[in-house]
């Protein structure tokens, strides 16, 4: 009847369509998971690079909002972009504005507030994407999950993107409080190596942390994910 064909309209049963697709898409999306660890928080996603003749280190699916803050992202890329560019303007703003950093709940509802907008305009079409956003300020470690609706909730270890079924699954089977984010990069890998299956490969790995000391954005290198692969390789050998 054509009630997919405008954001504002509700369908017979109570379902704006459109949403749900937008919600297809995410699911569609390169694999990610964000993981609260005993010393920081965590983000490992799926860079999902599928040509060979692609050099897979120009390929970043984490990004930095702020020293404290990162983000990553499953469904439409482009979409991600926009969103977390927004963020990074809102947390210089407000560094310059308080001299302080920002804290993480105001850079999430900011996006989810935008994404919710999306959902109530003509004319306009919801962000076909979902961010997986880690943080550290004055009141802890957080990682928030936003979906397309613009809605958000906070997690201690959460998957987004293909696969997320099977990820959750693992992770609440085999995901502890006690973890630091060396153990947490262990079952990350675990997880993206259960789901891809024959697709994994250690080269399409994006690993972030942010450590409650330092409260700095970094990136894990190339050499130490494979040294974390082999550990599991040789773990499964015993």
Known sequence: MGYDRAITMFSPDG?????????????????????????GVLLVTDKRIVDPLVVS???QKIFQIDEHIAATAAGILSDARVLIERSQLKAQQYRVTFDSPIDTLSIVKDICDLKQICTQSGGLRPFGVS?????????????????????FFEYKATVIGEGELEGEEILHKEYKESLTIEDGMKLAVKTLQTVLKENFSIERVDCVYIKKQKKEFTRVSKQKLNQIYGELKDGKKK
């Not at 880690?134 to 802890?140: L, V």
């Open 15 to 39: 379902r704006l369509l459109q949403v749900e697709y937008a919600k297809k898409t995410v699911k569609q999306g390169s694999t990610a998971i964000g993981m609260i660890c005993t010393d």
């Open 57 to 59: 280190e120009s390929v």
């Open 131 to 151: 961010l997986l956003i880690a943080g550290i300020d004055i009141d802890g470690e957080h990682v928030y999950e936003t979906g397309p609706t613009g809605i």
